[in-house]
């Protein structure tokens, strides 16, 4: 069925964010005696990811560390979120490197390692060109990502060298689990993550079944328009008490703009729509005798083929069903020359009525 179909996407969406920190590097080259690898997407490896404007260099080496930190350029609406007392960030009292560098990062041992250590500061800041994206540290790895091509001859020492900085500090790390900011983002991360990966399940199953779902599209698009707007107020809350005064919290808002604004209707629409169909235990309603005036099928193009909608016009004085519905292969084909067909309806969950059967073939819930 559809609904495990994308039930499996939410899980690997979650599950995806949430351990990708912890796999091991793969696939590491050598050079100068550091182990390493580059992924670049841009159009000097492949002309594909020109058109897709893609854009992104990454050189990483195995790093194990307990300290899990993101710098990146520091913008404006970070210094919103600090001047207003929402986030909070380390500052080392170099001014070059607190007004240049935003540092995501919450375990109380990050301040000392960088106050107390020019040097990080310094190549830090030689990193950091125009074209820098970020720098991360996770349990696994430590990544620069630039917009532009790195040359390994320059990047890939730095990097080393901040590994080793951070490693002579690993001991006095002792804990990862004292940054009790990250494991909170990381949760609300993975949240988003499976809420993008579910809407896209949702847009997979849309794409294959065109199938009729509802007598009434309105009264299940206005319970997912409000699903949305009490899922925004919800994570807004959650951000506020799991994540105020910590560096992270503004950046996952501002980071799932996108998500919110592209995916999250998607996903709310198709939640409430679930749940109305698979929790419905309801009594069902059968009309029966119901004249067909007529049925006809549609040709569009597919993604490198021509496919099909298929469509049937009915009569019924019984019950207020919609003149056209929107139908599968299979109840088209079990039609056939037939002037009348039946049709059970589900109650739902929300009382928001459904097709189940159409000529006694399962169409809703399917």
Known sequence: MWVIGRLLFFVCGFTIRFFINFIPSLGLKTYSGVQYRQIAFNRDYNPIYTSLKLNSNLIYIPSQTNLYFKLT????????????????????????????????????????IFKTTPSLQKIIL???????????????????????KLDINVVLPKLNSIKEILELNASQVHNKFKDIYFYRALILESLIWSIAFYSFGSLVSSYYNHQATYLQTTSIINLGVESYIVFIIFFLILVKFFLIGSSRGHRILVESILVFILCLPIACLQAVSDINIYLDRNPTLVVKDITILRRWEDEYGGLGHDDHTYHIEIQSKETPLPQRIDINSKVYASIGDS????????????????????????????
Request: with cysteine.
């Open 73 to 112: 350029p520091e913008r404006s609406i970070d210094k919103f979120f600090k001047f207003i007392g929402f986030s909070k960030e380390l500052q080392t009292g170099n001014h070059d490197f607190d007004d240049k560098i935003y540092v995501a990062c919450d375990h109380p041992y990050i301040d000392h």
């Open 126 to 148: 030689d990193l950091f060109d125009d074209k820098t994206v970020s720098i991360t540290n996770s349990d696994a790895r430590l990544i620069i990502n630039s917009k532009s």
């Open 339 to 366: 002037k009348q067909i039946s049709i059970e309806i589900g109650k739902g969950y929300f009382n928001i009525p459904w097709y189940k059967k159409i000529n006694n073939l399962v169409v809703g819930g399917d």
